[in-house]
């Protein structure tokens, strides 16, 4: 226990206190009834005061108001109330300061209320404000800088041209500086006129020993795990509207890109497909879009620096969530775990949601 304790007037009962916070729907007579329990409890008053978001000398003025008067000193009535330590005009230039500088840490923007506005927030009740004020508490994600500023925008303008009616000369995989003379066709035994699949495809490498999830444990937490390491990688294709595949090839070489391809289409016959997926040297030479375009697979190319733009993004990041805190004895039990986290995340349209809606909108009649 730390601080020191206060001699508390028990003008109530726990029983009574407990009633009261179970009728209250008042957020500020809750917090003060719960810092009166936790100072029958024997807490000090730092720490009772550190339980419900406010200073010491803020503990010391309301157990002084419970002992002088009890309920009625300690929970008068909140009408006009004391006005907030920032005001609206206070709050929304404090938001242009955010937005101009961040991120931030929190001791960071202690610090900055504190030089622009002279006021000091308790850091238990500070989280609160910036809730209040719309601020995100997240992990930043990283941004490569040679993303375009309207990578959404390009994305748009790629899929409206995968689905353009008008027949082009050329076929869509097909790049200006490809060979003129070389023959681009479908393979004989292929179907596009089934309808449109659309999918994601993307390379990844979880691992048996990745340590993504909180678990609760009594003592310290440890796991021990046999020493299983998986050296290739997982490919993944999340289909829209056909079947996802996990595939594990060798290595992310194009003739490898390629077998995954056909593992794809022969999971989904009879329709066009069209695949979303990143700029890897593999996914982008001529070897692979003309392979592709035998297929009847048509490629969408993400802009540069732009995985936030792929909808199987988060499908990896649950399945290494997911397959974390589970133990295996060698890689192919490994393989066949992920194989059936991923189908059943697969079968989710919500990794989508978002792109769907701002990418797809205006073409779903188009699928099958």
Same mark, same amino acid.
Do not use: M
């Given at each position: 226990m730390?601080?020191?304790?206060?001699?508390i007037?028990?003008?109530?009962?726990?029983?009574?206190?407990? !009633?009261l916070l179970?009728?209250?729907?008042?957020?500020k007579?809750?917090?003060?009834?719960?810092?009166?329990?936790?100072?029958?409890k024997?807490a000090?008053?730092?720490? *009772?005061?550190?339980?419900?978001?406010m200073?010491?000398?803020?503990g010391? !003025?309301? *157990?002084?108001l419970?002992?002088k008067?009890?309920?009625?000193l300690?929970?008068p009535s909140?009408?006009?109330?004391?006005p907030?330590k920032l005001?609206?005009?206070?709050r929304?230039?404090?938001?242009?300061?955010?937005?101009?500088?961040?991120p931030?840490?929190?001791q960071?923007?202690q610090?900055l209320?504190? /030089?622009?506005?002279?006021?000091?927030?308790?850091?238990?009740y500070?989280? %609160?404000?910036?809730?209040?004020l719309?601020?995100?508490?997240?992990?930043p994600r $990283?941004? %490569?800088?040679?993303?375009?500023?309207?990578a959404?925008?390009?994305?748009?303008?790629?899929?409206a041209d995968?689905?353009a009616e008008d027949?082009?000369?050329?076929?869509?995989n097909?790049?200006? /500086?490809?060979?003129e003379?070389?023959?681009?066709?479908?393979?004989?035994?292929?179907?596009?006129?089934?309808?449109?699949?659309?999918?994601?495809f993307?390379?990844s490498h979880?691992?048996?020993?990745?340590?993504?999830?909180?678990l609760?444990t009594?003592?310290?937490?440890?796991i021990?795990?046999?020493?299983?390491?998986?050296? $290739?990688?997982?490919a993944?294709?999340? *289909?829209?509207n056909g079947e996802?595949v996990?595939?594990?090839?060798?290595?992310?070489?194009k003739e490898?890109i390629?077998?995954?391809?056909e593992a794809i289409r022969?999971?989904n016959?009879?329709e066009?497909?069209?695949l979303?997926?990143?700029n890897?040297?593999?996914h982008?030479c001529?070897? $692979?879009r003309?392979?592709?375009?035998?297929?009847g697979?048509?490629l969408i190319?993400?802009?540069v620096?732009s995985?936030?733009?792929?909808?199987i993004?988060?499908?990896?990041?649950?399945?290494?969530?997911?397959?974390?805190?589970?133990?295996?004895e060698?890689?192919?039990?490994?393989r066949?775990?992920l194989?059936?986290?991923?189908?059943?995340? $697969?079968n989710?349209?919500s990794?989508?949601?978002s792109?769907?809606?701002n990418h797809?909108d205006?073409f779903i009649?188009k699928l099958?």
């Open positions: 730390t601080g020191r304790e206060k001699e007037v028990r003008h109530l009962s726990e029983d009574d206190l407990d !009633r179970t009728q209250t729907d008042d957020e007579v809750s917090k003060r009834l719960i810092f009166i329990k936790r100072l029958y024997g000090s008053l730092e720490d *009772a005061a550190d339980d419900v978001g200073s010491q000398s803020t010391s !003025r309301w *157990a002084r419970w002992n008067g009890g309920l009625g300690l929970t909140f009408g006009g109330g004391r907030p005001d609206e005009e206070q929304e230039r404090l938001l242009d300061l955010l937005e101009e500088g961040e931030w840490k929190k960071e923007i610090h209320i504190n /030089e622009e506005f002279d006021v000091e927030y308790h850091s238990n500070l989280p %609160r404000l910036l809730s209040d719309g601020l995100s508490y997240a992990i $990283t941004e %490569r800088p040679d993303r375009p500023e309207n959404d925008e390009i994305l748009d303008e790629r899929v995968a689905f027949e082009k000369n050329e076929p869509h097909k790049q200006p /500086e490809d060979d003379d070389e023959d681009w066709t479908v393979d004989d035994d292929i179907r596009t006129d089934g309808g449109t699949t659309v999918g994601f993307d390379i979880p691992q048996p020993w990745d340590n993504s999830q909180r609760y009594v003592n310290e937490p440890t021990t795990r046999p020493l299983v390491k998986i050296d $290739t990688p997982a993944g294709f999340y *289909a829209l996802s996990l595939q594990f090839p060798p290595n992310q070489e490898q390629c077998a995954c391809l022969e999971q016959p009879g066009r497909i069209l979303v997926l990143d890897f040297s593999s982008i001529a070897y $692979t003309k392979r592709a375009h035998e297929l697979i048509d190319f993400l802009p620096g995985p936030h733009l792929n909808p993004e988060p499908v990896w990041k649950s399945l290494k969530w997911e397959s974390s805190p589970l133990i295996v060698g890689a192919a039990e490994y066949a775990l194989d059936e986290i991923f189908t059943k995340l $697969t989710q349209l990794f989508a949601g792109w769907i809606e797809l205006g009649q099958r």
